[in-house]
Structure formats: structure tokens, C-alpha cells
């Protein structure tokens, strides 16, 4: 299994190259890119399963495992 994490500096990223998302909302802008990677990940056939998480979900994660 193999994760993929996205974290805020993804978003900023995505404002600073794409001028058409500088003003979205960040709630917005998460869903647009979990979507495109999303895709990204089926289109590549990985041989193993790929999760993709945000920072915050891992965060979440980690808290509720008792391992932060």
C-alpha cells in the first residue's frame, strides 16, 4: 500500500501557478484536487493500492491511533 499526502503547501501551489484558483475557497479547491489526483493515480495502474489522504486526515489519523 502506498499513500499519497496533500498538504496545504499543494493548495498554495495550485493558487500560485493556476490563476483561474486564486480565489477559490480552500474547501474548493481540496475537492478539485483530491479529484485530479484521484484520477491521476487510476490512470498510472499502480500494482499496489494507493490511499490518498490530506495532512489534516493523517493528522486525524495519527490522534485516534495514539501515535502523534
Known amino acids: 500500500m502506498g499513500i499519497l499526502v496533500l498538504g496545504k503547501e499543494n493548495l498554495d501551489a495550485l493558487r500560485k501557478y493556476a490563476q483561474i484558483h486564486q480565489k477559490k475557497e480552500d474547501e474548493k479547491l481540496w ?5 485530479k489526483v484521484r484520477l491521476w493515480v487510476n490512470e498510472a ?11 489534516d486526515e493523517i493528522r486525524e489519523w495519527a490522534k485516534r491511533e495514539s501515535i502523534e
Not at 495502474?45 to 489522504?53: A, F, Y
Request: proline letters at 6%; aromatic letters at 6%; glycine letters at 0%.
Open 45 to 55: 495502474h499502480p500494482k499496489t493500492r494507493i490511499v490518498i489522504m490530506t495532512e
Open 31 to 35: 475537492d478539485f484536487l483530491l479529484e
